[in-house]
């Protein structure tokens, strides 16, 4: 079955660390993006990439960083400079980023929790 | 840039109630619309969109007209279960054209809960 897999479910994290979340799909899109959801907010975009080897800044990006190096999979790194880690992180990826082919689709998603 | 304004919650309905989530945008250009739906733990789903004008868009029940002139993507079902408790996300997209990258912009969520 195609999809997004994200890993792992639930992440613990201490204070002052660095902490890589897992993101993959086998649907040969091109596109992949990072979303940040805390209680009663709506989602927050974090990177995108549009292609392989290429990512851009979303709205909130201070304290994280991504690599794109291959078509299906896109991690996220959480550093110790965000200052308010925890929350629930959403990997999605679409056709393109741009057009009538950017439906997003989205994975299971990881809770982060900072100890 | 967009935003979103969505109906405060959390809802709390019986079963076979109607059901109304109301949705409002601002937006440069014309944006597409969109409901999505998160059930407990999990990612979001696209329940339905639209992409012009007076498009209703439907899926599983649900309905969302838009609506141009008042700025509208209102949610509704005729009859609700216990099934459909989830948070529900009304969103929108504008296209900046060519191969600029359209941003979904997310309202803050509405948690819909189904009593038997």
């Known amino acids: 079955d195609g999809g997004i897999t994200q890993s792992p479910k639930y992440l613990f994290r201490k204070e002052g660390q660095n902490v890589t979340l897992s993101c993959e799909q086998n649907l040969n899109h091109d596109a992949m993006y990072w979303y940040r959801q805390d209680p009663g907010q709506g989602l927050r975009l974090i990177y995108y990439s549009q292609i392989v080897n290429d990512f851009q800044k979303g709205d909130i990006a201070e304290g994280y960083s991504v690599s794109r190096e291959k078509k299906e999979s896109f991690p996220l790194t959480v550093t110790s400079a965000q200052k308010n880690p925890t929350a629930f992180y959403l990997c999605a990826s679409s056709i393109a980023a741009s057009g009538v082919y950017n439906e997003q689709f989205f994975g299971p998603g990881t809770r982060l929790t900072v100890l | ?116």
């Open chain 2, 1 to 116: 840039g967009d935003s979103v304004t969505q109906m405060e919650g959390p809802v709390t309905l019986s079963e076979e109630a109607f059901l109304t989530i109301n949705c409002t945008y601002t937006a440069t250009g014309y944006p597409s619309l969109f409901w999505y739906v998160q059930y407990p733990g999990e990612g979001l789903q696209l329940l339905l969109k639209a992409t012009k004008a007076d498009d209703k868009g439907s899926n599983k029940g649900f309905e969302a007209t838009y609506r141009k002139e008042t700025t509208s993507f209102h949610l509704e079902k005729g009859s609700v279960q216990v099934s459909d408790s989830a948070v529900y996300f009304c969103a929108t997209r504008t296209d900046a054209g060519g191969t600029s990258y359209g941003k979904l912009t997310f309202g803050q969520g509405t948690i819909l809960t189904v009593h038997p």
